[in-house]
């Protein structure tokens, strides 16, 4: 009997070996793929769950926006500050223009009216002197001074009449005091004289006033010493050498 070697119908060993890793292999792949499946699909679950770090980066980006937009608000404040101050820059030199105007206005008016008093007061010394040269001790005569004679050598005694060389001072407060003199017009005064001494303060407050020389005539004499009293204090400051000397008046029409 002749036998041919590998060759007819039964399966040979290799065959049957690598049929059995296939089916191995093929067992195997059904047991893992669902696994994996599942393992792929839970990821894919997962990943749906992780959806909300799409949410978290959309924070950061409305957190970086969010960073974004104070630095605007910052530039927007610091231009209204800038156009706040300038604004205040210029109404502050508004002010100090109006301010000036107003002191300038108020400094050209004082000034006007220290030039218009000055002028006031030099037409009332003019004709205040004027009139003092027209009639000079026409109602009242000065013919004693003290004072006068201590400053000058001149007499204090006697009948001399003060010249404005000897009592300027005495000279001015006749014009207050004449201005003051109302003689009753019910008494005759022609020929009527009195003289009266008063003493002056340093205010030019008449503080004595003494009959030297009677008139015969009471009322006239009360005209005299009315007169001193109205025009007392004496707008004209004495000096300080006739403060509270004495100085006597002589009054006649």
Request: include cysteine; proline fraction near 5%.
């Amino acid at each position: 009997m002749k036998i041919s070697p590998g060759i007819g119908h039964e399966p040979s060993l290799q065959r049957l070996v690598i049929a059995s890793i296939v089916l191995h292999f093929i067992l195997m792949a059904f047991l893992f793929i669902p696994f994996k499946t599942r393992d792929k699909e839970f990821k894919t679950y997962y990943v749906s769950l992780a959806e909300p770090a799409k949410v978290s980066e959309g924070g950061e980006t409305a957190a970086r926006k969010a960073e974004e937009k104070p630095v605007v608000k910052k530039e927007e404040s610091v231009k209204e500050k800038k156009e706040v101050e300038k604004k205040a820059v210029i109404e502050k030199k508004d002010l100090e223009k109006e301010m000036f105007l107003k002191t300038e206005k108020l400094r050209k008016a004082a000034v006007e009216k220290v030039e218009k008093d000055k002028e006031i007061r030099d037409a009332k010394n003019a004709l205040l002197k004027g009139k003092e040269k027209r009639d000079k001790m026409r109602a009242i005569g000065i013919i004693k001074s003290e004072a006068s004679a201590k400053g000058t050598g001149a007499p204090g005694k006697g009948e001399q009449i003060a010249s404005d060389s000897d009592c300027p001072y005495c000279t001015l407060i006749t014009g207050e005091i004449r201005n003051e003199w109302d003689i009753p017009p019910v008494i005759d005064s022609a020929g009527l004289e009195v003289e009266i001494s008063i003493k002056i303060d340093s205010k030019g407050k008449v503080v004595s006033k003494t009959i030297e020389k009677s008139s015969g005539n009471d009322f006239f004499d009360k005209s005299a010493l009315n007169a001193i009293s109205k025009a007392s204090p004496l707008k004209t400051l004495p000096p300080l050498w006739l403060v509270m000397e004495e100085i006597v008046l002589r009054f006649y029409p």
